[in-house]
């Protein structure tokens, strides 16, 4: 697992020294690529693979489960900034043993997102492929370009929140492959795993408040996933885990089995919910709309310093270690 | 292959069936979907995959001829309705035994083609996998909408034309699966599978005239492209054998072993050449152009028919069978 970490952030580093990308595009870093319009509107472009044995197994989740979970971590970027989604291009390449009932669920899963969230899908490319599943959906949406919202403008002084409980979707990965008996709890994470609902009108009527400053979505777990926006951001944070949104889901299983939820809470992956950081004085206003408007918490979990891409974590204010912990897909 | 195949184009029907797409959406069925925006212009938006093992093998083609196909294969797509590419997405997926020569040279390849044709490589996807290379492109042009070209559009009565060599990129394939001895022909041959070149200058060019009136690209062999043209058009073609242009080394090989020529040129896949008709009273002034413009010939190969789908094919005006044969990649 580590050489191919070091593997996959060295090709992308390369990636990155060999394509400098300049304005007018904008979000460069970000969940989304912007290309400004000349209406005043932005495109935001983003892209995401599945691959069999890494990020799913065939007997594991059900076609229809992919089909709308690939279609969910694409829309997921797409809140992460504020869009609306609007286009997809799937393609996906299949060996000659997938039969007719897997594919039949899987359009059916990808049918079912693209109506919930309105989304065309405009074409694609299907192949074949010698052994494994691979699937790519290049999800295209837009937004006002003033309204959208990028990783790396957190202000010394924010509050760091998030808008959904973290954890859940690895606890049911673990659950899943330390083969722990469902039960309601167990039932709960799973379904968090299999068919995550990306926090897409949350990001829309976030991103139309003026005083969220720096937004992203939490999908390789929250850890990772700050460190990446303080770092584009040029600042540090504080976070406070005892803060940090468990579900009472992922407490009792923990519980039951051990685990430590914290740990999965921030090392995990694959929440997509929002991390977001808002001006301090206008917090408790946002909160309370954010309550009024979707019946649910924005989480208040820390504060953005000025010590660049210093992280800190506290456990009701003393300094807490975390635990390095890369939890893999199935490697 | 077969069942594959069926597979695959039961997959494609069955998105068809649960994805229709409608207007302001243009582009249905062709080589990109197409956008409009409000100011008169279509974004054209294409995707690509490659998978290891079936379109190619990894110890055949280096990574940079890789890197420069899986490019020129969607600019070929932009390139078929007359559009100018713009902006790339790319994700990868590769297992942990890759070395960092191979992705190097990847990115040069892809880099050299995103030079030649001004594309900006804006994002992407770079994960693991289990066991093969697995890689997409999706590629965003754009032009003018009143000049973008559809396949659905050729006309009774209207030339038929190509504008390059057919089956060379086949031939070369296999020469390379048949170990034939490398000479200047054969070189020439494999260079053309290796390292295809798109017809973009002179896609832009045939979109901007108007007595073009359908177009598209060969990238699985003039006989099955046609019939779609034909399909799309819902007319007929009787296409004289005799004028499909065939490269001098297509011919030397295929004498030396005892290759059909026509076969491959009819059957084969990946010319990355253009197909369209013409009005017949333009065609003479248009060919001139065209070979003024461009220094190569603008071939006329047949004449579109009123009998919908029925493709004839006349050997110096005798009626002419063609052996139904598809050749594969790596099956």
Known sequence: ????????ETFIQNILQNFPVKEPILGIGDD???IPDAQGNGWLITTDALV????????????????YKMMSVNVSD????????????LSIAFPKTINATWTHDLIKGLK????????????????????????NITLIGSAPLPQIKYRNRAQVG???????????????????????????????????????????????????QNEVHAMMDVSDGLDRDLKRLLKSSKCGAI??????????????????NQWDPLNLA?????????????????????????????????????????????????????????KEENFDHFQ
Chains 1, 2 share one sequence.
């Open 1 to 8: 697992m580590q050489f191919q970490n070091i593997n996959e």
């Open 32 to 34: 989304c690529a912007v």
């Open 52 to 67: 069999e044995g890494i990020h799913f197994l065939k007997d594991q989740i059900s076609s229809f489960d992919l089909g």
């Open 78 to 89: 797409i809140a992460a900034m504020g869009g609306t989604p609007k286009y997809a291009f």
């Open 112 to 135: 079912e997102a693209c109506n919930k969230w309105d989304i065309l899908l405009l074409g694609g490319d299907t192949v074949g492929s010698k052994r494994d599943i691979f699937i």
């Open 158 to 208: 924010d509050a760091i929140c998030v808008t959904g409980f973290l954890g859940n979707s690895w606890a049911g990965l673990k659950a899943l492959k330390e083969k722990v008996p469902v039960d309601d709890s167990v039932s709960h994470l799973l379904q968090a795993h299999f068919h995550p609902e990306p926090h897409l009108a949350q990001g829309i009527w976030l991103a139309s």
């Open 239 to 256: 976070v406070e885990t005892s803060k940090i949104p468990l579900a009472q889901a992922l407490l009792e299983v923990s519980q039951h």
């Open 266 to 322: 921030m090392n995990g992956g694959e929440d997509y919910c929002l991390l977001l950081t808002v001006s301090l004085d206008h917090l408790p206003a946002l909160q309370k709309a954010f309550c009024a408007q979707f019946n649910t918490f924005l989480y208040e979990i820390g504060l953005i310093t000025d010590t660049p891409e210093r992280l800190i974590y506290q456990d009701c204010g003393k300094e807490f270690q975390l």
